[in-house]
């Protein structure tokens, strides 16, 4: 793992200053040593101009949340995160690389989910740029080895979670923070290597591939109809008993265990029907 050295630079408004200074100093030899047709004058005209030249070179800007890697001869001598105008030897290489926060909207990707099922899925990775030194000698391209470990993770991911899953056991669909703190704990161990920060990482799509989605759905749909039908049976029981209670309190009826039983039956077909309930009137006597 290559360590970054933060290294400051020669300031470049006083190294412009003194370019500026020898370019004026370099015209004047030329330009007197020319009319008095002197070659010494001349000739250290032409290398001032000549220096001056070189010395230009070395001038570069750092913006905000931007980073210059310096390279002199094949060896890494430092990083320059401070944003200011520098000056270095002109023979070092100045590599920039941002370090502002990015977004990966990664492909939706097909793979299996740890139960077997075909499933669809995407995430979305907020990073920046950190180690400077890391990102520039460690990986070839630290942009193309975010993408692809990304995308490496979110597999990964998808095989260790079922899509849905019935008991307390988390999965992909209703444990979304468990599954997001999970992705960014492992994105954070693989970009590491690159010098990379992993800011934040989520779900940007999930469902079932499009060959189960059909059979899935109709899954789905009939776990919700029990589900409901279960919740309509319990306030139904709990209604029933309310009202046969009120009635033996206020003993507005006095009902054998038979007729209990008929009305307990007619109370439940009226609460837990699909249908509004058509009752049929009894013009006669109660028994």
């Not at 370099?26 to 000739?43: E, K, N």
């Not at 070189?54 to 980073?67: D, E, K, R, T, Y």
């Amino acid at each position: 793992m290559t360590r970054e050295i933060a290294r400051s630079p020669a300031a470049g408004g006083m190294m412009l200053m003194l370019v500026i200074a020898l370019f004026g100093l370099s015209l004047v030899l030329l330009i007197g040593g020319a009319s008095g047709r002197m070659m010494l004058p001349v000739g250290l005209g032409i290398v001032g101009l000549l220096l001056v030249t070189f010395l230009s070179i070395g001038f570069f800007i750092v913006q905000p949340n931007q980073a210059a890697v310096l390279i002199f001869f094949g060896r890494y001598v430092g990083s320059v995160k401070k944003n200011g105008f520098w000056w270095v030897n002109p023979f070092t290489v100045r590599r920039k690389i941002s370090l502002r926060a990015r977004n990966l909207n990664g492909d939706k990707l097909k793979v299996n989910d740890r139960a077997g099922n075909p499933i669809e899925i995407a995430a979305v990775v907020v990073w920046e740029g950190g180690n400077t030194a890391q990102a520039s000698f460690d990986v070839d391209d630290y942009e193309e080895y975010v993408k692809t470990q990304s995308e490496s993770a979110v597999r990964h991911l998808a095989t260790s979670y079922p899509y849905d899953s019935e008991g307390s056991e988390p999965s992909l669909r209703g444990d979304i923070d468990t599954v997001s703190t999970q992705l960014e704990k492992e994105l954070a161990e693989r970009l590491g290597r690159a010098g990379v920060r992993v800011t934040e990482a989520r779900l940007s799509h999930l469902a079932y591939a499009q060959e189960i989605a059909g059979a899935m759905l109709q899954r789905q749909q009939a776990d919700a109809i029990i589900a409901a039908r279960a919740k309509i049976v319990e306030g139904a029981v709990g209604m029933v008993e309310g009202a046969l209670e009120h009635l033996s309190r206020k003993k507005l009826v006095d009902l054998d265990d038979e007729r209990r039983a008929n009305m307990v039956s007619n109370l439940m077909v009226v609460l837990c029907g699909n249908h509004d309930a058509r009752p049929v009137l009894n013009a006669g006597t109660l028994y």
